[in-house]
């Protein structure tokens, strides 16, 4: 470790004095020739600017297009359009992910997605948060990057099921003067402005929610500013972005298809429960070329606050949590005729820390004393994240391409607790102790492009490696051994097409996988852990875009899998076969687009999701649902568009998030019909 270290130093001291080549390096401004589809870039993709000119594996990209047309309310509205991805809502900004993957929570959640904002993670390795879509600026993106399935080989740690990265359009994109304002009939009302000269521009986010449900208001703000500027011959991009979210919060409804009674939906069980969050962060990045050498450096920084009421939890305690970093990302990219190498580094250090308190007494029974009143968890952590890695790609042979790809990574935690160590009721606290995890990440990818007339096809073999959040390492129950958990562990293997027909009228991406995972760390519906479970995972997913006619376009997306426990826990009724529960095996998504005049726009849309088992011994269910959706725009003139949102057209009880725990039950019920009426302005 001390050697890699070292190592690292010595490499982002060279990187430092050579110059720098964004790590997003022009994923706004350069772009690689698109395919007929406006939702998809369905060919190649510039992950977080990658200058290759293709990658194995499966990628996605939701357009500026695809974001103004959806005008979400919520990030989950627009990653829920691309294939493999189940974002589920809680209460107001509340969510859980699911990429390839069950939709997870706890630590599993936390680390198992590597969310980044201009090619910048949005968190510190150790310090994930399984809310953490709400912290970038996405509503002023110009894109947003999905890569589904293991991406740790570049990109590190938590890129474990996948990684989403939201990126902020360049000054050159912006208009001197933009606003977007929306309010709809369950009392939610939005606005973005844009100010923008010739090289930089700030914009603000600003969103005042009601709430549908009884004491759920939200109340959040974003900015974000942006500038570029040189300095001597080296290129740089400043940028800054904070966001402020206050929210009063509902908790589960409880009862067999409590989401069915509107008026039972509408009750908050828990008025008590709020969550109040700040984030920041910023980054410059530097760039220069020197013939066919690339070189890059991106400085940051980061920072978070929260506060919240843990109402999903019988004890109902309340946490206080932080985290603080700096750090910096490098790499060095060298284009030749039949080859690319691209090398980089990575140095991360960060502090959190957390506090949990029990306000009010709370057993399940006369004398029940696992859940004491007062200081439950009191502790700081120190962190220091390392990696290299180097990615090599090569013709082998006219229009076959093979990118072979590896990081080592280091990872140091340093743990005090300030609450007395020891067991106190269900709580487990550790003693002062540090700890060290190892990563190894290794990728093989092959490209044919034109395999089968305009139809790419590619195999990927790709490792997902994650080190254990702090939660994990320190936030212990009583019948945990500290110690005990592991790196979690992915392997996959991937096989898919990408291309066109019929004259380019028909745009398409399918991809098939199967993925292993080993220990998997999660806590089971009676609140325990498990720190080695395994899991399986196989797939197949499309996404196409097909021009009926002219004005007439259809595009969406379905995605099969089987998501299964490759272990047995009796104790709860985990059995090796067994689904893993909220995995839905089917998700679809379906939208036409019909360009009525020149002005007029109008499109449908329609989002499935399929049954899924709501507990671990696969004994209780929820059935899945259909949304459907209208939208329609017109261009009033070249300045400015009024359009109307349709949601949920046809006013389904549903259940956002269905789970079954502590015996009972529960659901976080899906919003009523609503419409939503907006303007979209230009100068």
């Known amino acids: 470790m001390r050697i890699l270290t070292s190592v690292l130093l010595g490499y982002s001291a060279i990187s430092l004095a050579l110059g720098?080549?964004?790590?997003?390096?022009?994923?706004?401004?350069?772009?690689?020739?698109?395919?007929?589809?406006?939702d998809f870039l369905m060919s190649t993709i510039f992950v977080l600017g990658d200058r290759t000119t293709a990658e194995p594996g499966s990628n996605s990209v939701v357009t500026a297009e695809t974001i103004a047309k959806i005008s979400a309310d919520h990030p989950a509205e627009l990653l829920n359009v691309v294939p493999g991805v189940n974002i589920q809502l809680?209460?107001?900004?509340e969510h859980l992910v699911s990429v390839r993957s069950p939709v997870l929570s706890g630590g599993?959640?936390?680390?198992?997605?590597?969310?980044?904002?201009?090619?910048?993670?949005?968190?510190?390795?150790?310090?994930?948060?399984?809310?953490?879509?709400f912290e970038p600026h996405y509503e002023v993106a110009d894109v947003v990057e999905v890569v589904r399935g293991p991406a740790s080989a570049k990109y590190g740690s938590n890129a474990v099921h996948g990684l989403i990265n939201f990126i902020q359009p360049d000054a050159s994109d912006v208009s001197v003067f933009e606003l977007n304002a929306s309010a709809s009939t369950l009392g939610r009302s939005k606005s973005d402005i844009l100010a923008s000269s010739d090289t930089g521009y700030v914009a603000v986010s600003l969103m005042d929610d009601q709430g549908w449900r009884n004491d759920t208001s939200v109340g959040q703000q974003k900015v974000t500013a942006r500038q570029a500027f040189s300095?001597?011959?080296?290129?740089?991009?400043?940028w800054a972005s904070y966001t402020n979210l206050n929210q009063e919060t509902a908790g589960y409804i409880g009862g067999y298809k409590a989401y069915r009674d509107r008026d039972q939906a509408e009750q908050n069980e828990n008025p008590e429960a709020f969550r109040d969050a700040k984030f920041a962060m910023g980054a410059i990045r530097f760039e220069r070329t020197f013939d066919e050498v690339q070189f890059s450096v991106t400085p940051y920084a980061r920072w978070q606050k929260m506060e919240f009421r843990q109402h999903f939890l019988p004890y109902k305690g309340y946490e206080e949590n932080d985290s603080s970093a700096i750090g910096v990302m490098s790499d060095?990219?060298?284009?030749?005729?039949?080859?690319?190498w691209r090398f980089g580094g990575m140095l991360d250090f960060a502090?959190?820390?957390?506090?949990?308190?029990?306000?009010?007494?709370?057993?399940?029974?006369?004398?029940?004393?696992r859940?004491?009143?007062?200081?439950?968890?009191?502790?700081?952590?120190?962190?220091?994240?390392?990696?290299?890695?180097?990615?090599?790609?090569?013709?082998?042979?006219?229009?076959?391409?093979?990118?072979?790809?590896?990081?080592?990574?280091?990872?140091?935690?340093?743990?005090?607790?300030?609450?007395?160590?020891?067991?106190?009721?269900?709580?487990?606290?550790?003693?002062?102790?540090?700890?060290?995890?190892?990563?190894?990440?290794?990728?093989?990818?092959?490209?044919?492009?034109?395999?089968?007339?305009?139809?790419?096809?590619?195999?990927?073999?790709?490792?997902g490696q994650r080190a254990p959040q702090a939660s994990d390492l320190y936030r212990l129950q009583s019948q945990q051994v500290v110690g005990q958990v592991k790196s979690e562990t992915l392997d996959s293997v991937e096989f898919g097409g990408r291309g066109s027909a019929f004259s380019g009228r028909l745009s398409f991406d399918v991809a098939a996988y199967a993925m292993t995972k080993e220990n998997f760390f999660f806590r089971d519906a009676d609140g325990l852990n498990v720190p080695n479970g395994e899991t399986d995972h196989i797939g197949v997913e499309l996404m196409a875009d097909y021009a009926l006619t002219e004005r007439v376009s259809l595009s969406g997306n379905v995605s099969w899998s089987e998501q299964t426990y490759a272990f047995d826990r009796p104790s709860n009724g985990i059995v090796e076969g067994n689904r893993i529960d909220t995995a839905p095996e089917w998700l679809a998504d379906l939208s036409v687009s019909w360009q009525a005049t020149d002005k007029l726009e109008l499109d449908a849309r329609a989002e499935f999701v399929g049954e899924y088992f709501t507990d671990e011994a696969a004994s209780n269910t929820y059935n899945g649902h259909t949304l459907f959706s209208l939208r329609g725009a017109y261009s009033v003139s070249e300045q400015l568009e009024a359009f109307v949102l349709i949601k949920n057209l046809f006013d389904l009880k549903y259940a956002d998030r269905a789970d079954f725990a502590f015996g009972n039950a529960r659901y976080f019920p899906g919003e009523p019909m609503n419409a939503t009426f907006g303007i979209r302005s230009r100068w």
């Open 90 to 93: 809680n209460s107001g900004q």
């Open 332 to 340: 060095v990219s060298i284009e030749r005729e039949r080859s690319n």
């Open 351 to 369: 502090s959190g820390s957390l506090l949990e308190t029990q306000p009010e007494p709370f057993g399940f029974f006369p004398g029940d004393s």
């Open 371 to 463: 859940f004491p009143v007062g200081v439950h968890y009191d502790y700081t952590v120190d962190t220091f994240a390392a990696a290299l890695w180097g990615e090599y790609g090569r013709e082998l042979f006219p229009d076959v391409m093979m990118v072979a790809g590896l990081r080592v990574e280091t990872h140091d935690y340093d743990y005090t607790t300030r609450a007395p160590a020891g067991i106190r009721g269900r709580f487990n606290i550790p003693d002062d102790r540090s700890d060290t995890f190892d990563l190894v990440t290794p990728k093989l990818g092959f490209i044919w492009d034109d395999a089968i007339g305009e139809v790419d096809l590619y195999l990927n073999f790709a490792r």
């Open 108 to 133: 599993a959640g936390q680390g198992s997605f590597l969310i980044l904002q201009n090619g910048v993670p949005t968190r510190s390795p150790a310090f994930g948060n399984v809310n953490m879509l």
């Open 20 to 38: 720098a080549n964004a790590q997003e390096q022009g994923a706004a401004n350069e772009r690689q020739t698109k395919s007929r589809s406006d």
């Open 231 to 238: 300095l001597g011959q080296w290129d740089a991009t400043a």
